[in-house]
């Protein structure tokens, strides 16, 4: 429940979110809208804070997390066999059920949910890459100026945004400190 909390609330998309909405120095449609890289990587890469945190303390909390990430990479391979291998729906059923204990029920509103939106599963982990990447890269290249906090805010405070500009913005940002 841990990382289901951090991710859906709490710095995740409740917060990312919010955030977003009460910009008023953003135009509607960023202030409503974005991507699903950016808002799903932001919530994807929040689950990885949870030790930082001091959560996951009890092994079973931190299980569910491990879970939770076995779950995504399982997504990942139904994504991407359904849109670019010619997986079959029965096919990404089958190896979801053989790889994670989910009812049949719940596989098969996973699976069409994926047919319906391609890469929204690639997307969550492409957003978290990134943004663990641009955290080390700014980490190492700051050095004890780099604050955590101030790197959340900053890359928060001006909402939903392509990963490319999200880069571009934090490096000048970086050379701003």
Sequence with gaps: MESLFLHEAIPGHHYQISLQQENGDLPKFRRFGGNSAYAEGWALYTESLGKELGLYTDPYQYMGALGDEMHR?????????????????????????????????????????????????????????????????????????????????????????????????????????
Excluded at 88 to 101: C, G, L, S, V
Excluded at 102 to 121: C, F, K, S
Excluded at 134 to 143: F, M, N, P, V, Y
Excluded at 153 to 166: Q, Y
């Design 73 to 177: 990479a399982i997504r990942l391979v139904v994504d991407a066999g359904m849109h670019s291998k010619n997986m079959t729906r029965e096919e990404a059923i089958k190896f979801m059920m053989d790889n994670e204990p989910l009812n049949e029920e719940g596989t098969v509103a996973e699976i069409e949910r994926y047919m319906a939106i391609p890469a929204q599963a690639l997307s969550y982990k492409i957003g978290a890459l990134k943004i663990k990447e641009i955290r080390e890269r700014l980490t190492k290249q700051l050095g004890a100026k780099f604050k955590i906090a101030d790197f959340h805010d900053e890359l928060l405070k001006d909402g939903n945004m392509p990963l490319e500009v999200l880069e571009k913005k934090m490096d000048q940002w970086a050379n701003g400190l």
